[in-house]
């Protein structure tokens, strides 16, 4: 009661909150009644209160309302997701206030009519029957919530969570069904048969405990075949009947408004009339008897069922679950009569020959063979699979032990296959599942076109299989799952399974292929068909990050390297093996143990003994070309670890070229790979204990060593990788953006240098690279280090750069995008963007000009200054805990911003009101700490302050690193030319709308210039050095008097004072004025308050010392840039923990939303335009054939326009001369 109560008055004062405030209060809210719903008697505590929670209930759609007198919105419980069914997390977009509160509401009837249910039964009824009259009103209300899609369906799963319930429910249904078989054939099923059918058909199938199939799965069985019975007698043949071949899509008549068919089942009911009920519960009573499979006795048994005290066994679950014969989803070119079909092989990893594994897909059409003589399965069967519910049996089996997920991964009992001497443990079973889930959810193209032709239901029959086949795949996942971790808490520290790989490999592909999953606002499917299948991608990454950290010490070889070599084969493999790679887990494993450093090195490097490096590859130095490089690995005490035997010590799972030939002679200790010297497997140690099983320890250990060999992760891997990590830097697509950001931050922490190569490419997009000699044969690579303009002399050319070349200016702004997100990921990964110095590409965008950038370019670079020494003390601008932050560096970029926010009309291009006030906030948290003030206010000899001792003054004179005269000038011009823009627009117009919010982003320029101001005077020893900041003539020649204070900042106040007075206009602007003109007003009285007198001549060393670190102030989220994690990415995580997973996924397709509705991405990311370059070079290339079509047909049109207008030219030219001629003739 206080729980309820408590939260009513949270919900009421939601209103008042700020926007940021409601959302932060609304989750932890949201979390807990999504708790309440999915614990057993959640939905019963919250009926408890009808009174308080009716008044919860009106709170929660009054706060969808938009303002005083809107109505409280209301939302269709067909369109709500299941909360239980699935993670909060990843339904949270997806449900609001309305939304929770229709949630809750149906929740909570379904429990007061089950409830009301039993209370019945217990007055009213005779043996624990309940009458026809009593029972049929509520047991249609209960069917009545199962057709509002999944929240209602989730509803009565919920509610009927008692063994108890599920008693009565069966008993109900039992004499229901052997009171009508007792009467004649004629007559009719009860009424309440039909919704008890219902129930009984959600239970069973809709729950993904598969709890009441556990408990009850046997006499459930015998329920539905004497309801078969009964309703095919009622009935008839329901193939016989017009209409009813698309029943499993409709609806009965009596729901056919509430139905979500592909048609709507009003149409289908009314064709089929009063029978169209009994039509709907035959079909129901068919799919739960094919799913309670088994359960069924094999046919020389003589049994209907299976003894009621026999318990169905792990062989039995999984000779239902495996499909006989080879699935239509999974075709071997090699075994492939058809000649048509195109094969692609996983990369260079797809362990089946030179064909390799082609694309899966679903065929419709049958070949007639026998599935149960091996032939292919029939076409009702290909489409909606029999076996789901046995799939949920293994799943929750697994999820009990380590035990029993042992005894499932492990099973080797002979069941029936294609192949009658194939014996396949339980995860191989589990692979033909996943493969034809792959190739359901990617439909065949010739199938879709044959079966337009011929079937108008297509569409529905399509989506219909490939939502079967979606929630298959989701239990498939969750079970391989629990079965590695099963593996995994047993102890083996090895555990390989090709096919397992190859399959996740696929499904990766075909969820991250389809606009369902990727671009869900585009799709008109169920909402919560989306929620499924971004839950299996979720899965798909959570099985992957499950078996690369429950066996780290071969995941370089077994696991990554094949992911490695898939990724790079395809530009589509990019987004879902980036994905896979970014949340795996922490890479440490790979990692020697030893200090040792990753170098890029131009070229091949210098090989020996202490040094592991690639092949040369072409690695990507701009964005028209390459150079050749190596990734070399160097342990940097490999001297004192030469002798030792234990290679993974120094190298870790990393090795050399392939080609490098190993000897088969040297120690096993230093040759077996994966596994480090001293680890040996325990099977094969339990093994070689016995001389009878000595022999099979040797046999297995063989093995190892040969697989060793192949499965290793090689440097050329390594490099390959980082090449297409930098080739994605530059990318256009927002996923692949985002994706790329985590892939570079898990890279650089494990020190691989892709952040290095990625700066590279960025100063070549801005400055070009330099052809020497004007050919491109040598062009400079930039992998040396040197600056690619270094060294130009008069024979030399530049191509591209930001000023010749458009297509460089939006790489550049990509990649500073791309940095400013990476900082924005955690501690670590600003501290590697000031250990690679990337402040010298900030500083060069700093200096370029503005003009031949895209607008955002400029802020970017400044926000990307702020995330690397503005951000709390785990960021220590790359210095050490015991040095202090550098001076110089701080000056010089205190410098180019003073120069930028200072800079007039006739020195270049002015910079825009967002570059401003980033500018201006940068050098307010660089002055927020007194001795960095300071240093930028004074000027001092290194000598003398490093020599003299604590307490001894240091002689200083006034060198102000930053002004603000020339700023302070522009704002006030700026201000009144928006002002008198924004008073003369039509008032309600959209030009109203756009003068408004430049005038607000103006107003905020200026409160972050007074903020500026109010920070650094209480700092300045007198009055003078502040005035030399905001004066233009600098430090004043004369004496400071109180009518030059007065002065300062002057041309403020007048715009301020007619801005302020715009309140007919409107309010937030007047208001905002008016804080900013007291602001204003207080600094001048502070100033006037400040001592006079001239600037110090010398000044206490305590002052002058540099802070160690810059705070990260509280409040600050920049356009494209985030807060800080908590976690950080080098954490060594759980191998359990993969919570993880579902948070990075789900915060990675939010801003992958935000950032396609991104003005300034958008600008960027546009494809380049098909003309020329400026210098007339060759065109650049492109991984777009749209944008090569249209190059083409644009260059025809060019010729051919130029053709005609050569042709009139030459015309005319002959019709002047026929002219000038004819006098002469005459």
Known sequence: RRLLQSLCVLVRRLPRLALAHRLTAFQPLRRLLCAVLGSLGGPMFLASEPQTLATLLGLLETCGASGKGSKPATREVSSIPAMPRFPERLVRCAVGAPELAALLAVHVRATRLVLLLIARTRQLGRNGLLQEAEALPLLAALHRLLVQGAAGRDSIVCAFRSEFLIE??????????????????????????????????????????????????????????????????????????????????????????????????????VRLGRRSADLACLEQLREVSAQLRPWQADADSGQAVVRQDATVGTGRLLSCIELTGAPRALKRSMNEERGNRISLALGACAGVGAGGVEVPEVDFSTSGGDPTEGGEPTEERERFPSHDLSMRLLCRRAATGAREALSIALDDERRPTSDAAAVRDGISALVPVLIRCAGALNLNLDALTLKLKDDGDTIGSMYATQYAHAQLLETTLQTCYHLLQGLQQAGLLQYRHTELLHALLLLADRLNSSLVGMNPALTGSNPE????????????????????????????????????????????????????????????????????????VPGKGVEDEQTLQSQPLLMPVSTRGGGLGSVVLKALNADREQGSEDRMKVRGQFWASESVDQDWDIPEQACVQPLPSGVRDSLVNSLGRSAQTSGVAIALNLVGRVNGRRERLCMSDVSEMAALVSQCALTSDPLLHLTTVRVLEKLTHVGIPVLEAVLRLGEVALKGTSIKGGSSGSTSTGLSGDDPLQGLDGGDSVRGGAERDARDRRAVARILMLLTRFGGRGPKARRALTEHKAESLCQSVLAHNPATLPPMTVT?????????????????????????????????????????????????????????????????????????????????????AEGAPQGSPIPVSVSCAFRLATCSQRLGRELNAADERWDNTPRGSEAEVEAEEALQAWLHVGELLVNLCQTVLPICPTAAVFLAVVLPGGLPSEAVTEEILKGVFKELFTVLQKITGRTARAETVPLRAAAFLGNLR???????????????????????????????????????????????????????????VLEEIVSLFDEASELE???????VADLDAADAPADGSRQDWEFDGAAHRRKRKEALEKAEAERRAKRQKQMSQLVRVERDERPSRG
């Open 168 to 269: 009565w429910l069966l008993h109900q249904l039992e004499a229901a069904s052997t009171a009508a078989g007792a009467a004649t054939a004629a007559a009719q099923a009860p009424p309440s048969v039909r919704h008890l059918v219902a129930i009984l058909h959600a239970l069973l199938l809709g729950d993904p405990t598969a709890s009441v199939a556990e408990g009850f799965g046997s006499r459930s069985l015998a329920t539905v075949l004497r309801g078969l019975e009964l309703f095919e007698a009622c009935a008839g043949n329901v193939e016989d009947v017009e209409g009813a071949e698309g029943l499993r899509h409709g609806s009965s008549l009596e729901f056919a408004l509430d139905s979500e068919g592909p048609e709507g089942g009003l149409g289908r009911a």
């Open 529 to 600: 068909f989306r929620l499924l299948w971004r839950h299996c991608l979720v899965l798909t990454c959570k099985v992957f990050r499950t078996w690369v950290q429950s066996f780290p010490l071969v995941s370089g070889g077994q696991l990554l390297q094949p992911l490695f070599r898939h990724m790079r084969v395809l530009p589509w493999h990019f987004v879902p093996g980036l994905l896979l790679l970014a949340t795996c887990g922490t890479l440490d494993s790979l990692l020697p143990s030893v200090p040792h450093s990753f170098e890029l």
């Open 860 to 944: 970017h670079a400044i926000r990307m200054l702020t995330l690397m020494y503005c951000s709390g003390p785990h960021d220590d601008a790359g210095a050490t805990k015991d040095e202090p932050m550098s001076v110089p560096k701080f000056r010089m970029i205190s410098k180019a911003l003073s120069f930028l926010i200072n800079r007039t009309q006739e020195e270049g291009h002015l910079a825009g009101p967002a570059a401003m006030a980033a500018a201006l906030d940068l050098l307010l948290r660089l002055n927020s700490a007194r001795g960095m003030c300071l240093n930028l206010l004074f000027s001092t000899s290194e000598e003398a």
């Open 1082 to 1140: 207080a600094l001048q009285g502070q100033l006037l308050d400040t001592r006079l007198g001239p600037p110090p001549a010398t000044l206490p060393k305590e002052e002058l010392i540099p802070p160690r670190y810059l705070g990260f102030s509280s409040g600050f989220v920049g356009n494209g840039m985030s807060h800080a994690r908590n976690d950080d990415a080098g954490a060594t995580p759980v191998a359990g923990n993969t919570d993880e």
């Open 1157 to 1163: 509705m991104d003005a300034d991405w958008n600008l």
